[in-house]
C-alpha cells in the first residue's frame, strides 16, 4: 500500500513553494471508522498531507539527494472539521534551509478558505548522524515514488 | 548595530518558549536545556532556526554545538570520559559555554555530561558574540 495522502500538486516552485490538493471521498476505508456514521478527515492525515507537501518541496530543492524525514510539527491548528466531498489544498513555503534541516510554513485550506496552519522541521539524517548509520540508500525518495512525482509534473532529480 | 547582552536574553527567551513549549519563568540563565527545559536533540535543529531567523545570523553546523570530531574520537575520550586534550578541544570550541558550566564539567569531564553545558546562557553568550561580530 502506498501512504500518499496528496492527489496532485497544482503548483510547484522549486526550493520556494509547493501546493497540493487532496480530495476528501467516502471511498476512503478510514473515514468509515473516523467516526462511524460521523466521517471526519483526521487531522493526523492532513498533517501527514502537509508533512508530503512540503517534504517534496524540501526534497527536490536539494534534487533528491538527502534522505528528508519530518522531525518536529512545530505548530499545527485546525479550526474546524473538514468532510467527504471537500477539498484540501496544502500550500508549503520552505522558510529556512541548510546542509542539516529545513524548515517550512505550511496553510491548509478548504475550498478556498484557511482551515489552518501545520509549520514543520525536516531533517536531511545523513547530517545529523550522532553516531548512527542509515542505509546508502534514499529510502525516503526511492525510484517508484520519483517516478510517481512524474504524475505530478515535478521532475524527480530535475531530469 | 550590536545588541546589548540584556535584549539577547530576552529574544532567547521568547524563541525558547516557542521552541520547547516551557514557561517563562523556566527559561533561567543557568537552566540546561536537555534537563532543565526537556529539550531532546531534534529540538535543536528547530532552535538553530529560530535563532537564524531571529537575529539574522549563520549558525555553521558544529559552533553551537560540540564539534562531531570530538565523541568518537580515542584521542579525546577515554573509558567515557575527555581526556586531558579532550577537555582542550572543547574549550576551544566553546569558548561560549558558561564559566562555572564548564568548570563544573571538568570535574568529571563525563561525556554522558557534556549536555549540561547547553545552558540559556551558553546560547545568550554565543548570539551576544555572533550579533556584534
Redesign the interface.
Known amino acids: 500500500m502506498r501512504w500518499i495522502w496528496i492527489d496532485k500538486f497544482t503548483a510547484f516552485e522549486s526550493g520556494r513553494y509547493a501546493a497540493a490538493i487532496k480530495n476528501v471521498t467516502l471511498a476512503e476505508d478510514h473515514l468509515h471508522d473516523h467516526f462511524p456514521a460521523y466521517p471526519v478527515m483526521p487531522a493526523c492525515l492532513m498533517i501527514e498531507g502537509m508533512a508530503q507537501t512540503a517534504g517534496i518541496l524540501v526534497g527536490e530543492a536539494r534534487d533528491f539527494k538527502e534522505k528528508v524525514i519530518l ?2 510539527v ?1 505548530r499545527a491548528s485546525f479550526l474546524r472539521e473538514v468532510r467527504p466531498g471537500e477539498q484540501l489544498r496544502y500550500e508549503a513555503t520552505i ?2 534551509v ?4 529545513a ?1 517550512t510554513a505550511g496553510k491548509i485550506y478548504v475550498d478556498g478558505e484557511l482551515l489552518g496552519n501545520v509549520d514543520i ?1 525536516f ?1 536531511h539524517i545523513d ?2 548522524l ?2 548512527l548509520t542509515f542505509p546508502k540508500e534514499n529510502f525516503v525518495f526511492t525510484e517508484d515514488f520519483k517516478s510517481l512525482l512524474h504524475t505530478y509534473n515535478v521532475s524527480a532529480g530535475r531530469a | 548595530m550590536a545588541i546589548s547582552r540584556d535584549e539577547v536574553f530576552e529574544r532567547v527567551k521568547e524563541v525558547l518558549i516557542d521552541a520547547l513549549g516551557v514557561d517563562d519563568d523556566e527559561v533561567l540563565e543557568g537552566a540546561t536545556l536537555m534537563g532543565d527545559l526537556g529539550a531532546e536533540s531534534i529540538d535543536f535543529l528547530d532552535i538553530v532556526f529560530r535563532l537564524e531567523k531571529t537575529f539574522s545570523i549563520k549558525i555553521p553546523r558544529g559552533e553551537l554545538s560540540p564539534p562531531d570530531d570530538l565523541q568518537n574520537n580515542p584521542e579525546y575520550v577515554e573509558s567515557g570520559k575527555l581526556t586531558e586534550k579532550g577537555l582542550q578541544r572543547l574549550k576551544d570550541a566553546m569558548p561560549h559555554a558558561r564559566d562555572e558550566d564548564m568548570k563544573k564539567f571538568e570535574e568529571d569531564p563525563d561525556i554522558a555530561k557534556m549536555p549540561d553545558l547547553f545552558s540559556v546562557g551558553m546560547i545568550v553568550n554565543y548570539v551576544t558574540k555572533k550579533a556584534a561580530a
Open positions: 522531525a518536529k512545530k522558510e529556512q541548510s546542509p542539516e534541516a524548515s522541521v531533517s547530517n545529523n550522532s553516531g
